[in-house]
């Protein structure tokens, strides 16, 4: 049995930035199939959750929170250093 990675992006709603940065983690992940569970996060719907992970309130970024299996990526990841670092994920996981 192929153990999942677990990729969480946080959101917000009202930022311009979130969308097309969301469509290109889309993208990354689904290369991935079932080997991936996704996860997008609202920061309004689930403010706990993202107060959790440091998050508050609006995202003052120009790119979106990334973790994968918990650890947090800094910076804009692009679909290619994205797919990376899941595929490094899932490497880790079957060792």
Not at 17 to 29: G, L, N, T, W
Not at 52 to 72: A, C, D, E, H, T
Not at 78 to 91: D, G, T, V, W
């Amino acid at each position: 049995m192929t153990r999942k990675v677990h990729v969480q992006v946080f959101f917000s709603p009202s930022c311009p930035f979130s969308y097309p940065e969301i469509e290109e983690i889309r993208k990354a992940v689904a290369e991935f199939g079932d080997q991936v569970q996704y996860e997008e996060i609202n920061m309004y719907e689930r403010p706990k959750e993202a107060e959790k992970m440091g998050f508050y309130g609006l995202l003052s970024r120009i790119f979106i929170p990334v973790f994968i299996n918990g650890q947090k990526y800094k910076g804009s990841l692009n679909k290619e250093q994205l797919s990376n670092a899941i595929r490094k994920a899932l490497e880790a996981k079957e060792r």
